[in-house]
Structures are given as C-alpha cells and as structure tokens.
C-alpha cells in the first residue's frame, strides 16, 4: 500500500498563506501523479491543482496565479503553496498519487485523509 499524509491546514484570514505538504510513503516503483483535491460543504470534490513526473503542472480556473504546487527531489512529497487565500478556498484538502507498485505489479490510486482549510476573519 501507499500512504498519503496530509499536513499544513489550519485557519487563516482572508489574504494570507498556508503551505500544504502531502509526504507518501511505502514501497512503489514509481509515482506518475500527485494532485491536490478539495471538498466544501454541500459542493462536489474539484481538482485544485496537479502535478506529472515531468513536473507538468495543471491548475484550478478559480487558484491560477494564487496556489502553486511543486514536489520534493525525490518526487514522493507534494505540496501546495496557497498565497492571498480567500474564503471560499475553505474546504477539507485531499492529496492524491497514481503511480505503479512495481515493474510487475498493478498501479496504485491513493488518498489521504484530508487537512482542513479554513479562511475567515
């Protein structure tokens, strides 16, 4: 199995910046994916921002110019950089990584659990 671990989350005023950080772990070949994810009360699941093992970055309409996600050297952590944070940014933050177990073995699709956002004076 792959593990995702979510930190960074928090309360923040409108305006300000938090830094997410996703850290996998376990035994994989390979990640070909990492994203951010978000869910607000009441709305559907949206994709906030993605990033390939080519480091291709694919963001969010409503986070462009704002949010930036970028990975580790080692390309197994993830994290979402969050500038001029506005109230309705406030949601639970999930991570996401697709990859491949091995040469010989299947790919792989994980979550983490999730890291409140939260932006309100």
């Known amino acids: 199995q792959v593990q995702l671990v979510e930190s960074g989350g928090g309360l923040v005023q409108p305006g300000g910046s938090l830094r997410l950080s996703c850290a996998a772990s376990g035994r994989f070949f390979r990640i070909n994916f990492m994203g951010w994810y978000r869910q607000a009360p009441g709305k559907q699941r949206e994709l906030v921002a993605t990033?390939?093992?080519?480091?291709?970055?694919n963001y969010a309409e409503s986070v462009k110019g704002r949010f930036t996600i970028s990975r580790d050297g080692a390309k197994s952590t993830v994290y979402l950089q969050m500038n001029s944070l506005r109230p309705e940014d406030t949601a639970v933050y999930y991570c996401n990584a697709r990859g491949i177990y091995g040469l010989r073995t299947p790919d792989f699709d994980s979550w983490g659990q999730g890291t409140q956002v939260t932006v309100s004076s």
């Open positions: 990033i390939t093992s080519d480091d291709s970055t």
